[in-house]
Structures are given as C-alpha cells and as structure tokens.
C-alpha cells in the first residue's frame, strides 16, 4: 500500500517550490503572491462522521507541543511515549509514574484540549519537488545536487513528527496524495517561515517545513543521559524544560562520557564524509562532500561539541531513535534537532552520564 500511495504523488513531485510569501496562518490568500508552501488549512470535519478516540495520539501531540518529545508520533504506547510523560510530570511537579494518569491528562490537556489530528489540505507548493532516490553509499549520495526527501509522502510524515505509515493508518485506503489533497494528520500547528538575518541556506523555510518554531526558550545546559536514552534540556534555575529521546553510541563508538561544551550550530550543514573515522566504512569509499538535505547523514543539523568529531544531530530515519545504534554521536529526530537548535549556543554546557 506504501507504495501505491507514494505512486499517486509522484507526478506532482518535480520541481522546486517557489519562495513563500508572509501571510497570516490559516487565512485564504487575498492576492496573487504566491500562496504559502508551509500553511496547512484545517478542513472541516464531515458532520456525518463520528469523533476519533485517540487518546494516545493527542497525548503525544500535546507532548510534543510542550516539549517532551514522544519521538515519533503513531498513537502508540511504548518506551518513548512513557519517557515523554514522566519527563512532563517532573517538569510540572506531578508523581513521575510515566502512566497517563488523569492528572497528568489534565495538567497536559488543559481545559480546551487540542483534537489528535485533524484534516487539512496539502499545499502545491508542498507538493512540489524536487525528491529524490536517495542510494545507501555515501560516495554515491555526494554526487546528488542535495539529499531531501524521498517524496511527498516522507515530507508529509516528517511535517506532522510522525512516519509514513502512520499517515497511511490515519487515511482511507483510497486516499490520495497531491496538491491540494485533503489528508488526516496529526494536529501539528503550522509555524510561519522565520526570517533570519544571513540566512543563507534556508534555515527559516526548514524550520517551516518541520513545524519547528523559531523562537524557543533558551537553554542553561543539557544532560544527555546514556541508561534512559534522553537529552533533557534545562534553563538557568535547573528546571527541566524539553527533552528528547535520543540514540547514542555503541561498543565501537561509546558515547563521550564528561562535561563539554557546545562549539557551533551548523544549519542545513553539508556533511563532511572521512571513511577513515568510521570503524565500518568500505575499504573502497573515499572522502567526498555531501550536500544538505534531511535524508543527510546528519540529517538537517549538526550542533557541534568540544569533544572532536563529535556532535548532536538529526537523522535520516526517524522511526529508529533509541532503537539503533550511532558513531558515538546523539541523534535526533529532525524536527527535535530543529528545535534543539534553536534552544542552545556557542558556550551551552553539556553534560553527558551513563
């Protein structure tokens, strides 16, 4: 079924979007500017159809939305979900049970609660391209003018912080994917495409496409924390205030245990490939520059540590954090490297434990 589905888009897939236009989020376009690639408009719900029961999936929206990463949103219970709440309920001084318990409902939902998901209707300029066939070898990835996504289906799932196949569990079997396509999805808010002063790789319009707002509240240090799988950020007062499931290391590449700092945020970052550096590179593979995209090793940013040649960063596949390994690096969803990015600076201190 993946594939039928992905088969439906391709047609649509293409070209390269043009620039966005400023404009208010979720109101029609009152000119002929180009229309806004990154604004999703709510549809009305059919009055003949009944309301979802998705309590686990409006959790782990209204996690995500507060800062608690559930990872990859699928409306099911399991290690991240559960993290995702204990690490909300110490934040607000609840029981740190990791049980979706009625008071952590309420202190999550608050008195008008936000739905699970909600209909929308995909953007063309959203639709368009360029997408691309992304190979396994890193050599050949170099030789690609950039590693976006796939195809409209993954930029879909990586706009909503979920995964293809969970859009495809959301949807009737007959749907189909294209401009101005009305899909059911998790009820991530549009954000509006940041505008950065130098900004010269479209650092805003990335933010944009990950639903990632640009303004975030600032980090005194960071914990990342080896037995429970997380980076947990907290501000000046030692208040926990996100946190993230993460993978990191492995027996060939242990995670860097010690007190270090962050050196830089690189942004939409070409990737730097030195065969010599991976224990399980290719005897044949040479070094080779690899170009921006989330399909990126690094995914779409690399914040890098005082400890040389490692960092933090996103992933080309979200749905295997904190159930692989790394090069002793600590790997991120993309949307919560994004936002992480957007927490720290030069100087943050970062604390890693086993």
Same mark, same amino acid.
């Given at each position: ?10 047609? @649509? ?113 959203? @639709? ?152 399980? @590179? ?73």
């Amino acid at each position: 079924m993946l594939s039928s589905l992905i088969a439906l888009c391709a047609t @649509a897939c293409n070209s390269q979007p043009s620039a966005p236009a400023p404009q208010e989020r979720g109101q029609e376009q009152q000119s002929t500017a180009p229309a806004d690639p990154y604004a999703f408009a709510v549809q009305p719900e059919p009055a003949n159809q009944p309301q979802r029961a998705d309590s686990i999936l409006q959790a782990q929206v209204a996690l995500d939305r507060a800062g608690f990463s559930p990872g990859v949103i699928d409306g099911k219970e399991g290690m991240s979900f559960t993290d995702a709440l204990r690490g909300f309920q110490q934040a607000r001084g609840l029981p740190e049970s990791g049980k979706y318990d009625e008071a952590t409902a309420k202190a999550l939902l608050g008195d008008n609660p936000q739905p699970a998901t909600w209909l929308v209707r995909i953007p063309e300029g959203f @639709a368009k391209g360029p997408f691309f066939a992304i190979p396994k070898d890193l050599n050949d990835q170099a030789k690609l003018p950039a590693l976006g996504y796939r195809n409209l289906l993954e930029r879909l799932a990586e706009r909503f912080h979920t995964r293809p196949e969970a859009l495809l569990a959301l949807n009737p079997a007959n749907t189909k994917v294209g401009p101005g396509a009305i899909i059911r999805v998790p009820a991530i808010a549009n954000q509006p495409v940041a505008r950065i002063e130098g900004d010269d790789r479209g650092w805003g319009e990335t933010l944009a496409s990950l639903a990632v707002a640009a303004g975030q509240t600032q980090a005194d240090h960071i914990v990342v924390d080896k037995s429970e799988g997380l980076l947990k950020v907290y501000d000046d007062k030692d208040q926990l205030i996100a946190q993230f499931p993460a993978t990191m290391g492995s027996q060939h590449d242990p995670l860097p245990i010690g007190d270090w700092t962050i050196k830089g945020v690189s942004r939409n970052p070409d990737f730097h490939y030195n065969p010599d550096l991976f224990w399980d @590179a290719d005897e044949s593979d040479k070094k080779a520059l690899l170009k921006p995209g989330p399909n990126g090793p690094v995914g779409v940013v690399w914040i890098d540590l005082s400890k040389p040649h490692y960092g933090i960063h996103g992933t080309p596949e979200p749905q295997n954090i904190g159930r692989t390994e790394s090069h002793g690096c600590i790997r991120l969803t993309n949307w919560d490297a994004a936002r992480l990015a957007q927490m720290v600076k030069v100087g943050t201190k970062a604390h890693f434990q086993p």
